[in-house]
Structures are given as C-alpha cells and as structure tokens.
C-alpha cells in the first residue's frame, strides 16, 4: 500500500511550523458506522455518536455520515435518522450527510428531513448531495429509483434549495419543517460532473478522493475556474476526502490499515460482510492482482505516525490547496480508532503538539 513517509525526521521547530500553519485549516470525519465483528448495529450507530462527540473536543469542524443500501457492514442507510443520533450526542460540532443520494429520494421529502434536523440542532446541520445509488442495481429496484432519476439531478438539487429557503410569493409547496431553513449544501462527487455543476450552482465541493483518486486534480481545476458566486458561497470551497491512519509508529498505522484494505477487497468480491480486525500483511489476504487494485483505489492514503501523517497533510494540502479535508480512519478497534483521530488532529495542528 502506498503512503507518505517521513524521509527525514523534523526537528521541533519544524514539526511547530507545519502544526501552525495548519492551525487554520478546517479538519472534518467522514462515517460509515461500520459494524465490527462481534458487535451489531446499534454498537456501530453508538460508536459513530462516541467518535462525534470526542472529535468535537479535538477541534474536528464537521462530522458527516453517507447513505449505503443493503450493506451489512453499514449502520448508515437511514442517513438523516443518523444524523439527529449523532447531533443529540454533540453540542457544538456540525453534523451533517456526505452524503444523501439524491436521485433516491424525492426533494421535498429530503427538505422536510433536514429541515426537522435544522429546527432540532440550529446552525448545525450540513447537507451533501450526490447523484450515485450507493447500492448496486438489484437494490436500487428495491428502492424503486427510476433508473433517469440521476439525469434530474441538477434540477432536483435547485429544487431542494428552493425548498429549504424562504417561501416565495405564490408558492403553494413547502417544506414543513424546512421552509427558510436554509440548510447548507454541498455538491458531492467522484468525477468532473459534480464539479461542474458545484461551480455552476456556486456551492462548496466535495470531491471523494478517498475512494476515486484519479480525477482530483482535474475536478478542482474545473471547479475553481468555473466558480460563480451565489448567496451561499462568495468564492470556490473545496473539501477533500483523504484516508488517513495514524498510530505511534508508522509500522502500526500499517497493520491498522488492513481492515479497511480488506472490506474494499471484499467489495471487489461482491462479499458485503462486516469490519473485521487488522492482519500483519495484507499480500496474505488478497491476490497480487487485488492487492494492486486497492492501491489505486486507495491511493490518497496517508498511513503513518504523527510526523509522517504531519508530513501527507503538508505534501496533499500543497499540491490541492484544498480548504477542508474530510478524513476517512477507518480502525477496528474503538480505542485505536479514537487514538487515530487525535493523532491526526495533532498533525494538522488542531492540537497543540504537548497535548
């Protein structure tokens, strides 16, 4: 698995530096309530709200969950009933979905969830949309998504705007809660589309590097010189999914890493089971071939100790310029899990590195 490496070792004034420079800087967890072995559901729905309200004392900006079907090893299908689970356990930390699938779902109805969440945790609820079923197609039958849906998906993006905004003269459909709500959204996505259309519609962009590395760059071009103000967004806003893993040595961060190495050779499979606990080497799990498949598929990976975690932020931010990371550390264990995320939020300098 490819990942940043500390080549040299800072020494302190340089480790400070990069703390300080990144002190700025917006740090945010993206969730997909895995379910671990030995656990169920409601043990993934309390680890989610547990990792929340301790990334909240970390100095973490937002804490998102994404909707996934017929998924065991996902607690996070009913996304919106996550988030009130999440926010009711937090106080101050913004909760939101990264993101809904649009095209599953009915705008208004969508509109009225998050409105409710809005009215529940005032100035605290984000909504990211995307345009994929995040399911395969026998599901999406189930769910009865009209296979053109995703081709509405700029329409029905205006639509919940409209929806969540003030009521207008004449208008005879509102969303009840939702009205003048004004949730924020976010355009979700893996490709230039999303980009385009995020500039177009002047809304901040989140592109899922995290899983689809290959288009990054490309998608913020377009996305920044594309930008047109809006009455949201006065100038391009881009987030950033990056899986990171952070020990206290990188040999560590290495064999964390194996779980989430082995649920997206699982999915290659088409085998859907749940987390289960890290290996020492991931070449005893997965063919060559597999191997070499998840190195592509998670190439924005940084996989590490503090310093060198420290390190893949400074190199990603510099080449990106992005203003947010939204970070995927997908840990089986709970306490390492949590480890992980302080680690990283020393790195990027929301903590003072004595903490």
Known sequence: MRMTRAKVQPKHEERAGVYE???????????????????????????????????ETLGYTRFWVAEHHNMP??????????????????????????????????????AEQFGT?????????????????????????AMRRDPMASDRFPQDVLEVQALLGPLQPGQRVQAVPGTDTNVPLWILGS???????????????????????AALIPALQIYRERFQPSPQLARPYAMIGVNIIAADTDAEARRLATTQQMSIINLFRNHRGLSQPPIDDIATYGSPLEVMQIESFLARSIIGSRETVAQGIEALVAETQADELMIVSDVFDKEARHHSIALIAQAAGALSPAV
């Open 21 to 55: 420079r990144f002190r700025r800087m917006n740090i945010s967890i993206l969730d997909l309530c895995r379910v671990r072995q030995g656990s169920d559901i409601r043990g993934a729905l309390d680890d989610a709200r547990d990792l929340a309200a301790l990334a």
């Open 73 to 110: 090893g996902v607690g996070s299908a009913a996304t919106s009933v996550v988030i009130g689970h999440i926010a009711a356990g937090t106080q101050s930390i913004r909760v939101g979905a990264g993101g809904i699938m649009l095209p599953n779902h009915a705008p208004l109805i969508i």
């Open 117 to 141: 969440l809005a009215s529940l945790f005032p100035d605290r609820i984000d909504l990211g949309l995307g345009r994929a079923p995040g399911t395969d197609g026998i599901t999406m039958q």
């Open 191 to 213: 490709s230039l589309f999303g980009a385009q259309l995020a500039a177009q519609l002047g809304l901040p962009y989140a592109f899922a590097s995290h899983f689809a590395p």
